[in-house]
C-alpha cells in the first residue's frame, strides 16, 4: 500500500509570509497512462474538503494563483507564495494512481496565523 | 454549478442502521466516481471506498470491506452509503466526493452521531 507522508505536520506563519508543506510517497506515483495523480485539498474550520492543486502542479477552478504545486516521483511541495487569513486550516496531499481510483490521503498539516 | 447534496446529520444508538445519501447534480453523474471518505473528531481524512453510478463497479478499502455498504441510483443522481449495524466508533463525519483520479467536487459532509 502507498503511504503518503507530510512534514511538517503544523505551520506556524505571519501573513503576507510564504508557506511550504511537503508530501512523499512510499512509491512512485506515475501511473501507466503517464500522469501522476498527486493532489492537495484544502479543509478551513468546519468545512469540507476543497480540491486545490491536481497532478501535481494544475490549480482547480476558483483557486487563487498563490497556490502552485511541484515536485514529481516520490517527492511533491505545496507553496502558497503570501499567506492570507482565509489560508488557514489543515492542507492534505493524496494520490490515486490505482484504477479503479483508490484514494491514499496524507495525515494533513494544520496552518495557521502566527 | 456541480453540487453535491448530503442527507441531514443523523443520532443513532448502536445496533441500528443507517442510509446517507448524496444527491449530485450539474454534471454527468452517472460518469464520475463517487468517493466516501470518513473524517472521525479532530482526525485527518480516510478513504472508505468507490462507487462508479453508471454500473454500480464498487472497491472498499480493506478498513471498511463488511462494515459498510455503498451503492448508487444513477437515475436521480444519488449515492449512498449504509451500515447495518452502527457501532460507536462509527461517530463521525462523512464526505462523498465525485472525481476520477482526483475529488473535485465534495458534499458537505453528514454528521453521524453513535450513542451506546
Known amino acids: 500500500d502507498i503511504v503518503m507522508t507530510q512534514t511538517p505536520l503544523s505551520s506556524p506563519v505571519t501573513l503576507g509570509q510564504p508557506a511550504s508543506i511537503s508530501c512523499r510517497s512510499s512509491?512512485?506515483?506515475?501511473?501507466?497512462?503517464?500522469?501522476?495523480?498527486l493532489s492537495w485539498l484544502q479543509q478551513r474550520p468546519g468545512q469540507p474538503p476543497r480540491l486545490l492543486i491536481y497532478k501535481i502542479s494544475n490549480r482547480f477552478s476558483g483557486v487563487p494563483d498563490r497556490f502552485s504545486g511541484s515536485g514529481a516521483g516520490t517527492d511533491f511541495t505545496l507553496k502558497i507564495s503570501r499567506v492570507e487569513s482565509e489560508d488557514v486550516g489543515v492542507y492534505y496531499c493524496m494520490q490515486a494512481t490505482q484504477f479503479p481510483p483508490i484514494y491514499t490521503f496524507g495525515q494533513g498539516t494544520k496552518v495557521e496565523i502566527k | 454549478e456541480v453540487q453535491l447534496v448530503q442527507s441531514g446529520a443523523e443520532v443513532k444508538k448502536s445496533g441500528e442502521s443507517l442510509k446517507i445519501s448524496c444527491k449530485g447534480s450539474?454534471?454527468?453523474?452517472?460518469?464520475?466516481?463517487i468517493a466516501w471518505v470518513r473524517q472521525m473528531p479532530g482526525k485527518g481524512l480516510e478513504w472508505m471506498g468507490i462507487?462508479?453510478?453508471?454500473?454500480?463497479?464498487?472497491r472498499y478499502s480493506p478498513s471498511f470491506q463488511g462494515q459498510v455498504t455503498m451503492s448508487a441510483d444513477k437515475s436521480i443522481s444519488t449515492a449512498y452509503l449504509q451500515w447495518s449495524s452502527l457501532k460507536t466508533s462509527d461517530t463521525a463525519m462523512y464526505y462523498c466526493?465525485?472525481?476520477?483520479?482526483?475529488?473535485?467536487?465534495w458534499g458537505q459532509g453528514t454528521l453521524v452521531t453513535v450513542s451506546s
Open positions: 462507487i462508479y453510478p453508471s454500473d454500480s463497479d464498487t
Open positions: 466526493a465525485a472525481g476520477n483520479y482526483q475529488p473535485d467536487f
Open positions: 512509491q512512485s506515483l506515475v501511473h501507466s497512462d503517464g500522469n501522476t495523480y
Open positions: 450539474g454534471y454527468n453523474f452517472p460518469s464520475r466516481w
